[in-house]
T-cell receptor
Framework: GAGVSQSPRYKVTKRGQDVALRCDPISGHVSLYWYRQALGQGPEFLTYFNYEAQQDKSGLPNDRFSAERPEGSISTLTIQRTEQRDSAMYRC??????????????FGNGTRLTVT | QKEVEQDPGPLSVPEGAIVSLNCTYSNSAFQYFMWYRQYSRKGPELLMYTYSSGNKEDGRFTAQVDKSSKYISLFIRDSQPSDSATYLCAMDSSNDYKLSFGAGTTVTVRA
């Protein structure tokens, strides 16, 4: 079946531009997560949603980062006024139900963001 | 100091060898422990999940958690070339998938 789909696969943008990264979770998955993965590092938590409600955004680095999931399905991570330090792989993940003990977290293949 | 430390790689082993991977952590609130496998240019996929201390076996894979030492391990028996990947440990304190990951260990199994 279809997994977590992210687009675009690669995004190159100039410093100062805004970018929007899209995540289409597995159909029916309640929870959706955004992680950021630097080269040679593990993913770092950014934010997550249960249905359309943003439950926790404590991992967002600063107020240039925001995320939404208005209808409880597709999510968009937006980075305003991009900086070179924002360059990383941005990964979306979803799970069928709430909680680690109930269902595994499925990761997408990510969006590689490069800010020049 | 990072919350989760993972033994640096890379590891290169011959086919059939036992692979041993380890992580230590500092947050005593962690209760849920996971190992993810990540192939090149792909997202991490869950390999093993363990709650609290103890051992868990699944085929050729064994996960061990020692909360008293804040130490977790993953063993891969009879390793195969298809096991070549980066292995990431991950931990959760509140059962909500706000995971803290290790940096990952890259393993190559030579045929």
């Amino acid at each position: 079946g279809a997994g977590v789909s992210q687009s675009p696969r690669y995004k190159v943008t100039k410093r100062g531009q805004d970018v929007a990264l899209r995540c289409d979770p597995i159909s029916g998955h309640v929870s959706l997560y955004w992680y950021r993965q630097a080269l040679g590092q593990g993913p770092e938590f950014l934010t997550y949603f249960n249905y359309e409600a943003q439950q926790d955004k404590s991992g967002l680095p600063n107020d240039r980062f925001s995320a939404e999931r208005p209808e409880g399905s597709i999510s968009t991570l937006t980075i305003q006024r991009t900086e070179q330090r924002d360059s990383a792989m941005y990964r979306c993940a979803s799970s069928l139900s709430l909680g680690t003990s109930n269902s595994p977290l499925h990761f997408g293949n990510g969006t590689r963001l490069t800010v020049t | 100091q990072k919350e989760v430390e993972q033994d640096p790689g890379p590891l290169s082993v011959p086919e059939g060898a036992i692979v041993s991977l380890n992580c230590t952590y500092s947050n005593s609130a962690f209760q849920y422990f996971m190992w993810y496998r990540q192939y090149s240019r792909k997202g991490p996929e869950l390999l093993m999940y363990t709650y609290s201390s103890g051992n868990k076996e699944d085929g050729r894979f064994t996960a061990q958690v020692d909360k008293s030492s804040k130490y977790i391990s993953l063993f891969i028996r009879d390793s195969q070339p298809s096991d070549s990947a980066t292995y990431l440990c991950a931990m959760d304190s509140s059962n909500d998938y706000k995971l803290s990951f290790g940096a990952g260990t890259t393993v190559t199994v030579r045929a």
